[in-house]
């Protein structure tokens, strides 16, 4: 039962604490990698380090060394970086699959736990693995959210076809504010999105007409999800040429 005690589990529930702690965090300023990502990592590291430190006792002599298997340890510990940097991927600013990469990293850990006979981490983490990606969802909806942040996106959009509207109605669904809306030069500036449908009307007008020259459109957006679902969406409208994230966290100091 050597390293696998009382002593070492209080020191996974740190990590699963204090990393969990960082993914709050970032969970409210809504990055990419967020509360599950980090508390993955966290808990991987030190899981890590317990197997460097406790998981090779036995096939140790007093006083003599006979091999050096923690080197197997830090070999995995670099070479699954690979294979989980293969399922990130990004699409103009949006960032995928880093939970996923941080579970590689997870089952890589947990699979060195269970072969260097660290029973009691392995059942320990699994169990932590399972309140990680079924219980942190329903908490990452429930943490409250700064009132002061906003992220500014910039869309690109064929003039002439009335795209505008729908954009705007894209944003709403998705559960989006709107606080402040900026067309290009030649269109005005509205503080709201009031004042956005009705320069929307004027499009949808217009859209008859042949396409012109593109529109370039400047929001701030606040909601409960990552901006990153509501770019995702707006790169897929038919018409949309660009989107891309502007100053961000425009809200804050």
């Not at 740190?14 to 990055?31: H, N, T």
């Not at 990419?32 to 096939?59: C, E, N, P, W």
């Not at 298997?69 to 103009?92: E, L």
């Not at 906003?150 to 559960?175: M, N, P, Q, V």
Request: net charge neutral.
């Amino acid at each position: 039962m050597t390293g696998q005690g009382w002593l070492q589990l209080g020191e996974l529930t740190l990590a699963f604490v204090l990393s969990a702690l960082v993914g709050v965090e970032r969970e409210i300023r809504q990055k990419s990698a967020g509360l599950r990502t980090h508390t993955l990592v966290g808990v991987s590291a030190a899981l890590f380090m317990l197997i460097s430190k406790y998981g090779f006792m036995d096939v140790l002599a007093y006083g003599k060394v006979i091999l050096d298997p923690s080197r197997v340890a830090a070999q995995v510990v670099s070479g699954i970086g690979f294979i989980g940097g293969g399922v990130i991927f990004m699409r103009r600013d949006m960032v995928r699959g880093l939970t996923t990469a941080a579970s590689i990293w997870f089952t890589a850990a947990l699979g060195m736990t269970c072969g260097a006979g660290l029973f009691a981490l392995a059942v320990a983490t699994v169990v932590g693995y399972y309140i990680i990606m079924l219980g942190f969802p329903f908490l990452a909806r429930r943490l409250p959210r700064s009132r002061r942040l906003a992220t500014e996106i910039h869309i690109s959009y064929e003039d002439g076809r009335g795209l505008l509207r729908s954009i705007l109605i894209r944003c709403t669904e998705l559960r989006f504010a709107i606080e402040r809306v900026q067309l290009g030069p030649a269109r005005s500036f509205t503080e709201d999105a009031e004042g956005a449908l009705d320069i929307a009307d004027q499009e949808a007008a217009e859209a008859t007409l042949p396409p012109k020259n593109a529109v370039r459109l400047a929001m701030l957006v606040k909601g409960k999800r990552p901006v990153s679902h509501l770019i995702a969406a707006l790169s897929d409208m038919d018409g949309i040429l660009e989107v891309a994230l502007g100053n961000e966290d425009a809200g804050l100091d």
